[in-house]
C-alpha cells in the first residue's frame, strides 16, 4: 500500500482510534483514523461492488452482499494484534436515499433501491398532482422525486402489494447493516433527511407525506445525531472493537462536506465524482430555499443545502470510452477557451437540480467538420462546470457568504487542469481537495467531535487553487447565457 501524506503508523497514531466505513457506489471501504484525522498506514480495505441495473429504470443491490463485504472490511482492517483495543468508535456512511422493506425479524423481503431506481416516476406524477411540491419542499427541504421515499412507497404498494403488506419496517442500507451486526438499526438523522419526510425545521417525520406514501412513523427508525452513538456490543470475531461504540449511520453527502473542510457557510463543496454535487453546511434551514435545491436537516442545529448533478464522473468516462481521444488531454483543458469548441448540455442521465427533469439527455451545438475529439471533451467538460454554475447560482441567495468552492472526487483528483475551467466558469477560486477518500474522512471526523472533541485535527491535504481569469470568466458569460437559452428550448421543453 502506498504510503500518503495524510497517513499515520498505528505506532505513531494518536488516540483514541475511530474505524469510518463509507460504503459507496462503487466500493464499500473502510479504515482506521486516530484521532487527529489521519489514516493508519495498513489499516485500509476496499471490496468492489455494483448496482444491478435494468432499461425500465431499475436500480439495486443485494443489502446482504454489502453486510458481507462491510464483514470483509471489518475482519480486514482490524486483524493486526497490535490495535488491541484501542478503537473507540465505529462509524458508517452510505449513498444517500436507499431503501429496503424488512419483516418483523429484520429480514430483508425486496433488494436495496438505490437512489437511482426510477421505477416510481409514475408515482412522482400521481403525487405532484395531489400535493403542493413547493409546500412540501417548504417543510422537507425536497422535492417530489424518485429519489424519495413517498413515491416509491406508493409504487412499491401497487407493484408488490403483497410484500408491502408483509413489511415491519423501511430501512435504509446502513440501517439494514447495522441491525445485522449489532442488534441496532440505528439511523442518523441525515440519513432519515434523506428520505424526504423530514421537517427541516422541527426533526418531525410529515404526516402529509407519511399519508401519501401510505405508511405510519412507527415503520420507521427515529432520527440520532452523533452525539447518540449505541454502546459497545460487538461479536466476539473482532475483539478489536470491544470497546467500541457504534454510531448512527449517516449520509456520503453530509460526510464529504466534512471531509473536505466545508464545515460552515464559508465553504462551498464541489463534489466530483461518478455524479456530483454543491452543497454548503448551514447553521439552521435555508431561508429562502430555492425551488431547484434540497435542504437537508443534517444534526439538531445544521442543514446541507445544495443541489445534485447526475453527469460528472460518468459524462467524463464516457468521453474516453467513445472518443478517439489524444494522449495529451490535459492540453485541451488548459488551452483558452475558444468559441469554436462545442456546446454541450451534458445531460446523459437526466437531470437533478436545478431543473429536476428526469428525462433530460445530452444535446450537443456547434459541432463542425473541424471538431476533433479533443475538442469535443473539452466542450463536455464547460458543459459539466455551467451545470455546477446553474446550481451555484439558484444556492447564492440562501448562502451569500460563500469565500471558497473546495472541490473534491476522482474526477478532480484524475484531470486536476478541469479545475480552471470550472474556476473560470463559476468565476470565483477553487480549491483542490487532493486527500482520496474525503468522505471517509469526514464520517471520521464527525466521529472524533464525539469521542475526542479536544485533540486538534490534521489539517485537509489540499492543491493548488485556481483563480478565475477575467478574460475567461467574460467568455462563459456569453457561453451560459447560450447554454440556458438552449436548455430552454430543448431540455425544458
Known sequence: MTRTDDDVTLDAAVDPLVLALDIGST????????????RVHGLQHKVPHAFTVAPDGTSVIDPDQVTAEVEQVLAAVTGDPRLGTRIAGVAMDTFAASLIAVDAAGRALTPCLTYADSRSAGAVAALRQELDEHAVQQRTGTRLHTS???????WLAAAQPRIVAGTAAWWSLGEYILARL???PLAGTSTVAWTGLLDRRTGALDAELLAAAGIGPEQLSPPRDMTQPAPPATPARWPALA????????TDGFASNIGAGATDAT??????????ALRVLLDGPADPLPFGLWNYRVDAGRTLLGGAINDVGRAVSWAESTLRLSPALGAALTAPPSDATPLVLPYLTGERAPGWVGGARAVLGGVSAATDADSMFRGIVEGVAMTYARVADELHPAAPGVLEVAAAGRVSNDRPEWLQVLADVLGRPVTHVTRRRATQRGTALLALDVLAPDVPRAPRATGATYEPRAAHVEHYADRRARFAAVYDALVRG
Open 267 to 276: 465553504v462551498l463543496t464541489a463534489a466530483t465524482a461518478t455524479s456530483g
Open 243 to 250: 470497546r467500541a461504540v457504534w454510531f448512527p449511520v449517516i
Open 182 to 184: 449489532i442488534g441496532q
Open 27 to 38: 466500493a464499500t471501504r473502510g479504515g482506521v483514523h486516530d484521532a487527529s484525522g489521519r
Open 148 to 154: 424519495y421515499h413517498a413515491p416509491r412507497l406508493r
